[in-house]
Each structure stands twice: as structure tokens, then as C-alpha cells.
């Protein structure tokens, strides 16, 4: 994300991140639970918030507001407004194939485009399989052609988005530029700056032309009348635009640019359940959308993160194209799968190496570009100023788990807060495969406690309803597992013994005290059961080959974490879950919160739910995740519910359902306590007709789905073990850039062939580390490193004279230097513009061969950094620079001068040679060019060293400048060749 951008709400939108963290100074209430006995959610259009909480009938609002609201509300007394980089907007690509071939043997493309018949351009995969070819194509006669299919207009598709007009204009300065799924915002940003520096996209609708064309010619689409045809028929491109927020504009805006390149665009207006259902239900190779405009909403912030890397940009995580289901058409990318395994699985010996794989893996993903990353929005939530008890969670804002369950208005005991959904169609409450939505996963975390959760300011994982203690013998060593340890067994379907001599490389001991022997919302004691059952069902979905194969979504992104548990150890009398992992990281709060799970309902409820939707589903129709032409089951939806109150009835005095489940439970049940369950969960749908029973701060005893209202009911158990303000961390202090200087002979400038110091210092709250980037006038990053530490707050960056002596004179460069904490994770970020000294500035320091030194370094050096960026980009056509070189020259006269004309003049004709090569062959040819490009540079250089000697310095002095003149147009035009950067 940029920063340069003018963010015109910025200090109104942030101003809550620059609080100081407070307690709570009420009086602590000493009643377990949460601090409000009662929260009312319901249903408010955007538009409606305004006059809602001004009047008070509302007290807040959980899902963000457009910019025009947000405006209306602002300065307003009595209301606060709250913000955070919590949304991201992002436009899906379909990247499917229109047809997919399978031929005998292993083929090359071109082979495989022979057989086909169709221009070996057309096809956008090829791998083998069993012995044969699978070919993808994305243009095929009878079948169409798929624009999103090659990736390299997917690519070119980053420069038809004007980003920063989206963030100043449609969301009125509530957002930021993105260009991969990481922001300025984000941990991990310092990890993958300079990448995402490198690929800050410009708004650049020609060049996407360029590449359009090039690669639809090659497949055989005809451009006729401006408009893109194949076979006769225009290529149309089905776009589903999300209506409620400015996803609609942003939709509407992109197809604009799609039909200016001669698209013909189907645009699909939707609300969020009807675009859902097409979206992730069906196969993308049906083709019922090829753009989607998508939206995310943090649930909070990981500072070292493996989840977000793995599920936008890897295949194997189910948040691809095909989503991993079984029959469908997937998207595929195997080095993308094997790094993103290897961060997720956390299969490296030291830090170094894990920011090497999420660096690698992060820039391919931003090469192949299924999404097209466009705003984090600084999303924005109105509060009456009355509602206290607020944590800034920076990664998920308002939304994060702490706020519910601490928010409250003195002297009162309900909140009234409403949403822009309290349920669609598509919000599943199931823990196996639903919570797919902010609207429902949102209240389903005030109804339970994870064992572990990310601190709201650091990111860091810390114990939540589970202590532990980490004990570790990696990266490279071992420690033996228990001989008491267990592992469940899906073929034989018990808990069996782990193998003698099993070993692992971690283990967590979890302190369960605070939830065995605790209550459920329905008054059931939470039991060993519940534990040991949930861990049994985890591994049932993930290894049952009957289970795994009707729900491959759930399996497919649950066995990388299962593959790794190499057993349990169950300390019955302590109540104490001790997980043997094969799981390391530097930082040993990861290898818990790896290793750690919460069974968040009894487990007779995972039970009905297994029953229902895997052992019954041809009778009930039921999938737990979302599938085409199935019900998403739900815990709250009343024909669901009816069904497993059914299904409860029939588990009373049952010993065959009994005997099952205690296979899972490991035996724990008997048939008192059986009988007990059930009649608690009967009593509780019968009460309040859901199903949802779980052990959180708040009990769901009210979700009309008719009326859109939601109520959350105080759990005020005594065995519960949190209080009001247990979880409240108010608001954190921000890392922030206060100072930049610049020690060198030249006042405030760095002079080329001279050590440049840069000073920083920082504010907030230490310990500080500083990142920093150097950017030319081309917009390519020349180098980066860390910052060296002075003292607590301040660090230096020193830019030695063999790096500075490859700078440009008169040139403007940009340091970005990026601000890191250790206790708050957002970075703070700054872009210094810095000029270098001119040659005036210079030779009043430096003799003129040490400026003629200086200027042959920093010439080869940009020559240097095009011809590498040139090896692996396609070049553009150079005949219309032709003249531009002519014309520069013709004005440059005299018997000395004729001699630089003379070799700029080589290297132009060299370059016009290169101009008659097409665009797509530049790899031997450009680099040939370019060496004698560099030659040419080379040998100016030389000749202005052998002219010093009989010329005087005034002369030289003149003629450096003109050369320098002509060697900047050379340099121009190189750069010309590369595709355009931002």
C-alpha cells in the first residue's frame, strides 16, 4: 500500500490508534461474564446508520460504513467514530480454461498444440499425469475463448485499476492503495516491502491494451470495429458486482476499462448470498462469472502469518478457484502449494529462512495474479460516545473478539447494536465448514473461548481459556512421545496407542481447568468427552476416506495441520491435554497456538451434525461446507434445528448411538450422563428453537431470521472463569517515523562517490527496528537493508560511497524507510524524497575525474539493472523512439561532440535493429543490444577521461554535461523497452 497518497479523513480515521492504552476505571463488576447482561443486534442498511445512532436508537454499528456516512457522522456530538485497516476489496479473476484435453504421453506444448491443432499461445497449462497430458486451453474453437485464463493479461490486469483514485475519490480517502494480499498495515509488510514496492501497479490502460492484443491475436480473436471477437462472436466477460458497499463502484468503474479495450461486459448486480452461491458454488470452468469484486474482513492481525499467504494465493488451502471440491476444475500452481506448505507447516531451521519462502511465494503470487489486490480500507464504525470498554483490535477493529464481550453503557444493562446482516441464506453456523461470513462469525466468537488468540496490538499468539507450557526440541532435534500418548484411528474408529518409538519435534502441555468441569450455556458440565470427542471427529473429516471425500474442502485444509499431531497424552486428574507436534518455530507461542484446538460444542452436537450431514446427507441433503445444489447446514436455521432435535430424541436410551460416540469420547459416557445431554439439548431448542449450545461469555438465545434480529444472553455461570474487563486492552500507541536527516559534504543531498548517513528516529513503544528501501527516479528498488541501532529510538542508515557512487547527479531518489515495534505490530512507514548533489553542487568538492568516475559507475549500474529486468520481461516496439534520439542529436554540434554523436548514434542504430524484432523474442537479441549499449557507455567514458588532459576544465566541464544529456536520453530509451512500472 502506498502512503503517498492524499488521505484527506486520515487524522479523523486514525485518530483512535494515537490513544494511549487505558484501563477500564469503572468499578469492576465481580460477576462472571461479560460486561453488558444483554446485546440486541439488528438489521440497518449503511444508509440508515446516521439518523439511527444520532438518535440513540442504536448504540453502535458492526459493519462499516461507506465514506458518505462516515462524513456525515464526523464531528457529530455523542458519536464516535472508530477506524481501522480491517477490509480488504480485491477483484477475483476466473483463471479456468475453457477446455481441458487429456492425450497419450508426455508432450512439450508445442506437441501437444500439433495434436490439438490450435497455436501452442492457446494453451495456459500443461502438466502430466499418469502418463498422459493434461492441456488446458483458454481459447478453443466451439468453445470460446477465456481472456482470464493467460496469465499474463491477468497480470496486465494490475495496471487498469487506478488504485489511488479509488482510494481518494470512490472511498473518499478511507483507503489505501494494495497490490498483493498484504498492506502497510500488515506484520508481515517489512517482510515483503521491497517486492511489493517493485510491483506498486500505475494505472497504465495502454499498456494492458498492448498486452490484450498480443496475446488474443496469437490465439486467433480479431479486433473488429474496436470491439474483441472470436470465431465471429464477441468475447464477453461476465462481471458479478457485489451492490452493498463500493464494491458496486468499483465493479462498475473496472468493466468500464473491460469495454474500453473492446470487451463486451455482462454486468451481474448481486447481493452478498446470490453472488456466494455462483461464486464458490459452482464449477468455474461452467463460466456463470469470470470477475468477481471481493471483500474481506480481518478477524485480526498475526505476526508471523502463514494463514492469509496460504489461502489467497495457494491452491491447496480451498480459497482458489475450484476451491478444492472434488469434480470441480481447480486452479493450480505446485511451487505456490510447496512453499506456502512449507510456511504453513513451518518446515524451515530459522526466521531467515521462513522470510525467504514467504518472500518467494509472495511475489509468485503477485506474477500470477488470480486476484487483483486494489484497497485495504480503513474501515470505519460509529459508537455512541457512551459505549466504553473498546479495544482497537488493528487487524480485525471493532470486529475483534474482545469487544463484544466488554463493550457496555454505564448504567445500563442491554447494547442495541445493529449490522448490515444478522443472517443471509449463506450464513452457516457449523464449526466444520460454515462462518464463512462476518455477519454470523462475528457473534459466534461472543458465544465461545478459543484455547488460544492473537494479541489485538502485537499479533502474537496468547493463551486465551488455555495456558501452556511449550517444550521443544527443534528445528532439527527430537523428543520422544509418551508411551501414554494416543492417536485416534479412522479405519478402526478408536483412540489406539501411538507406535513405539514415535517421536515428535514439539510438544504443548494445555492447561484445561478453565473448561473441564466448567459449564455449557445449557447447564451441562463440560467433560473429558468433549475434548477427546472433538479431537476423534477433527481427525474422522480429515482421514476417513468416506468423510474426506464428501467434504474435500474441510480434509484438504485441515491435513496439513492433522499430518503433523503425532499424538495426545490425556492427564485425566489434572485435566491437562499435552499435543506431541511435528511442528517448530522461532517464536514458541506459535508451536501453541499450532498445536492448540477448542471443542466449542458437546459433543453429541458433533454427532447429530456428522449424522446429519455426512452419514445422512442423501436423505438430508445437507453438506457442512457450501455446495451446489445442497443445503448448507446450520445449527440455528429452524428446519435444521427441527432435524437435529429429531435426531437428539432418537439418541435418548440409545445404546448403539451411545456405544459410537464413546468410541470417539474414548469411553467416557455412560448412559446417565448421556440421558442428561440430551435432555439439555432438547430443553434448550425447545426454549429458545436453536441449536447452537457453546461455553463462551454470551449465550445466542434469539436469531429471527425472518425479522433479522439476534439477541446475546450474559452466560453468568459461576464455573465460568472471565470477568468484565479481563479481556479489555483499550487502544494502542502507534509506531511513527518523527524524524528523518541527512549527514553528507552537501548539505541535505547525498553526493555520488561520498558515505551518505541517514538518521531516524522513531516514537512509540519499543524495542524499535527500522527496514529501508532506496527507489530510483525509474521506480526500481536499488537496495534495501536494516536500519543500524544508535539508541532506543533511533537507528542509522549508511549508504557507503561504492553504493552512492551509482547515483545519478541532479537526480531525485525516494528512501522508504519502515518503522517496526515488537509490542505493535502495524509498521510505521515514511517516504523521504532525497536529492543528489548536481555537478555544479560537485565539483566544488570533487575533482573532475572523480565526477567522470562517478558518472561512468552510476551509468553502468542503470544499464546493469534494465538488462537484468529486461531478461525476463518482453519488450515493447522502439521504432517511434527513433526520431525522439534523432532530433536530441541534431541540436549537438562540434568537431569534439561529433565523436559522442557518433557512438550515441551506434547504439541507436543498435537499438532500431532491435526494433524490428517482435515483442516476444527479446532474450538472446535485447541482450546482445544492451551489452553493446554498455560498451558504448563505457568507451564515452573513456574518451572524456583522454579529452581532461587537452581541454580545459571549463570545456570539460560543458562537455560533460552534454554528454551526460545524451547518456540520460540513451538510458531513456532502455528503459522505454521495459514494460511500464510504477
Not at 525 to 534: M, R
Request: with cysteine; proline share 4%.
Amino acid at each position: 500500500m502506498s502512503k503517498y497518497i492524499p488521505l484527506l479523513l486520515l487524522t479523523i480515521v486514525l485518530v483512535s490508534i494515537l490513544v494511549i492504552p487505558t484501563q477500564i476505571t469503572s468499578a469492576q463488576a465481580t460477576q462472571p461474564g461479560p460486561a453488558s447482561d444483554k446485546i440486541v443486534v439488528t438489521r440497518k442498511t449503511i444508509e440508515e446508520v446516521p439518523d439511527a445512532i444520532t438518535s440513540g436508537k442504536i448504540d453502535g454499528y458492526l459493519y462499516s460504513l461507506r465514506p458518505a456516512q462516515a462524513a456525515q457522522l464526523q464531528g457529530v456530538s455523542g458519536v464516535t467514530l472508530y477506524s481501522a485497516p480491517a477490509g480488504l476489496i480485491e477483484l477475483t479473476l476466473n483463471p479456468a480454461p475453457v477446455a481441458v484435453f487429456t492425450l497419450e504421453g508426455a508432450l512439450s506444448i508445442s506437441e501437444a498444440a500439433s495434436k490439438l491443432g490450435i497455436p501452442a499461445a492457446a494453451i495456459t497449462n500443461l502438466y502430466t499425469q499418469g502418463g498422459k497430458t493434461v492441456v488446458e486451453v483458454g481459447a478453443y474453437p466451439g468453445k470460446g475463448v477465456n481472456p482470464f485464463a493467460f496469465k499474463e493479461i491477468r497480470f496486465a490486469m494490475n495496471y487498469l485499476i487506478d488504485r489511488v483514485t479509488v482510494a481518494s475519490t470512490i472511498m473518499k480517502g478511507f483507503a489505501v492503495p494494495m497490490y498483493t494480499f498484504l498492506s502497510q498495515y500488515d506484520p508481515d509488510y517489512a517482510t515483503i516491502a521491497d517486492i511489493i514496492a517493485k510491483y506498486e501497479f500505475a494505472y497504465n490502460p495502454s499498456y494492458v491494451d498492448q498486452v490484450v492484443t498480443n496475446v488474443l491475436t496469437k490465439v486467433g480473436a480479431v479486433k473488429i470495429g474496436g470491439k474483441w471477437t472470436y470465431e465471429g462472436q464477441p468475447i464477453t466477460i461476465k462481471f458479478i458486482i457485489r451492490q452493498e458497499d463500493e464494491r458496486r463502484d468499483i465493479g462498475y468503474t473496472f468493466s468500464s476499462e473491460l469495454k474500453k479495450l473492446g470487451f463486451e461486459v455482462n454486468e451481474m448486480e448481486m447481493p452478498f448470498a446470490q453472488a456466494i452461491n455462483i461464486i464458490y458454488g459452482t464449477d468455474p470452468i461452467e463460466f456463470q462469472w469470470q470477475i468477481y469484486t471481493a471483500g474481506w474482513g480481518k478477524g485480526g492481525i498475526d505476526r508471523y502469518d502463514y494463514g492469509s499467504i496460504s489461502q489467497f494465493c495457494a491452491p491447496w488451502y480451498g480459497y482458489m478457484p475450484g476451491w478444492g471440491e472434488t469434480g470441480f476444475w481447480n486452479y493450480k500452481n505446485d511451487i505456490v502449494d510447496e512453499l506456502t506448505l512449507r510456511i504453513y507447516q513451518a518446515n524451515y531451521t530459522n526466521k531467515e529462512e521462513r522470510n525467504e519462502l514467504y518472500r518467494k511465494a509472495a511475489e509468485l503470487c503477485i506474477q500470477d495474479s488470480v486476484r487483483i489486490w486494489v484497497v485495504t480500507r480503513l474501515d470505519t464504525w460509529p459508537m455512541r460516545s457512551e459505549v466504553k470498554g473498546i479495544t482497537l483490535d488493528l487487524g480485525a477493529g471493532l470486529r475483534g473478539i474482545w469487544n463484544l464481550r466488554e463493550m457496555y453503557v454505564e448504567g445500563r444493562n442491554t447494547l442495541n447494536l445493529a449490522h448490515l446482516w444478522v443472517w443471509t441464506s449463506s450464513s452457516a453456523w457449523n464449526i466444520w465448514g460454515g462462518f464463512s461470513d462476518v455477519y454470523s462469525v462475528d457473534f459466534e466468537r461472543a458465544t465461545y473461548d478459543p484455547s488460544v488468540w492473537n494479541h489485538p496490538f502485537n499479533g502474537g499468539p496468547l493463551a486465551f481459556r488455555a495456558p501452556y507450557v511449550v517444550v521443544t526440541a527443534g528445528p532439527s532435534g527430537k523428543l520422544n512421545v509418551s508411551s501414554n500418548a494416543v492417536i485416534w484411528d479412522a479405519s478402526k474408529k478408536q483412540w489406539v496407542p501411538v507406535p513405539n518409538g514415535t517421536q515428535a519435534t514439539s510438544k504443548v502441555i494445555f492447561d484445561f481447568s478453565k473448561l473441564i468441569g466448567a459449564k455449557f450455556h445449557n447447564g451441562i458440565t463440560i467433560s473429558w468427552a468433549d475434548v477427546i470427542g472433538f479431537l476423534a471427529y477433527m481427525f474422522d473429516i480429515v482421514y476417513d476416506p468416506t468423510y474426506s471425500s464428501l467434504e474435500t474442502r474441510i480434509s484438504s485444509s485441515s491435513k496439513p495441520w492433522a499430518n503433523t499431531i503425532k499424538g495426545f497424552e490425556f492427564d485425566f486428574n489434572n485435566k491437562r491435554v499435552t499435543v506431541y507436534v511435528d511442528y517448530w518455530h522461532f517464536d514458541e507461542n506459535y508451536i501453541a497456538s499450532w498445536a492448540s484446538f477448542s471443542p466449542v460444542n458437546p459433543v453429541e452436537i458433533h454427532a447429530v451434525t456428522f449424522e446429519l450431514a455426512l452419514d445422512r446427507r442423501n436423505e438430508t441433503n445437507y453438506v457442512l461446507y457450501q455446495k451446489k445444489n445442497y443445503e448448507w447446514f446450520s445449527l440455528v436455521w429452524p428446519d435444521h434445528v427441527a432435524k437435529v432435535k429429531a435426531t437428539l430424541q432418537s439418541y435418548k436410551n440409545n445404546q448403539a448411538v451411545l456405544n459410537k460416540v464413546n468410541k470417539y469420547a474414548m469411553g467416557t459416557l455412560n448412559m446417565n450422563e448421556w440421558n442428561a445431554r440430551i435432555d439439555a439439548d432438547l430443553n434448550w431448542i425447545n426454549t429458545y428453537n436453536l441449536a447452537w449450545i457453546s461455553y463462551g461469555p454470551f449465550m445466542l438465545t434469539k436469531l429471527d431470521t425472518q425479522n433479522q434480529v439476534l439477541e446475546l444472553t450474559a452466560f453468568r455461570d459461576p464455573t465460568y472463569p472471565f470477568k468484565k474487563g479481563d479481556w479489555y486492552f483499550g487502544q494502542p500507541v502507534a509506531t511513527s517515523i518523527v524524524s528523518v536527516s541527512i549527514e553528507s559534504p552537501i548539505q541535505g543531498k547525498i553526493l555520488p562517490g561520498q558515505t551518505a548517513n541517514i538518521t531516524v528516529k522513531l516514537s512509540g513503544i519499543p524495542p524499535f527496528s527500522l527496514k529501508y528501501m532506496i527507489r530510483d527516479p525509474r521506480g526500481i528498488i536499488i537496495t534495501s537493508g536494516d536500519g543500524l541501532k544508535v539508541s532506543e529510538d533511533t537507528f542509522r542508515v549508511v549508504l557507503d560511497s561504492n553504493f552512492t557512487k551509482t547515483l545519478a547527479y541532479g537526480s531525485t531518489y525516494t528512501v522508504i524507510l519502515v518503522g517496526l515495534s515488537e509490542e505493535v505490530a502495524i509498521p510505521g512507514i515514511t517516504r523521504q524524497v532525497v536529492n543528489t548533489a548536481t555537478l555544479s553542487e560537485a565539483l566544488s568538492t570533487q575533482s573532475i575525474s572523480d565526477v567522470l568516475a562517478n558518472v561512468k559507475a552510476s551509468a553502468l549500474e542503470q544499464v546493469n539493472i534494465i538488462l537484468s529486468q529486461l531478461k525476463q520481461e518482453r519488450a515493447v516496439d522502439l521504432e517511434s523512439l527513433r526520431d525522439q534520439l534523432a532530433t536530441a542529436i541534431s541540436g549537438v554540434t562540434g568537431v569534439l561532440i561529433d565523436q559522442y554523436v557518433s557512438l550515441i548514434g551506434t547504439a541507436m542504430d543498435n537499438m532500431n535493429r532491435l526494433s524490428q524484432t517482435t515483442a516476444s523474442t527479446i532474450t538472446s537479441q535485447v541482450s546482445s543490444q544492451i551489452q553493446q549499449i554498455r560498451s558504448d557507455v563505457t568507451a564515452l567514458s573513456e574518451k572524456l577521461n583522454d579529452t581532461q588532459a587537452t581541454v580545459s576544465s571549463l570545456q570539460t566541464y560543458i562537455v560533460v554535461n552534454i554528454v551526460l544529456t545524451l547518456v540520460a536520453i540513451v538510458l531513456s530509451i532502455i528503459a522505454l523497452v521495459r514494460k511500464p512500472k510504477a
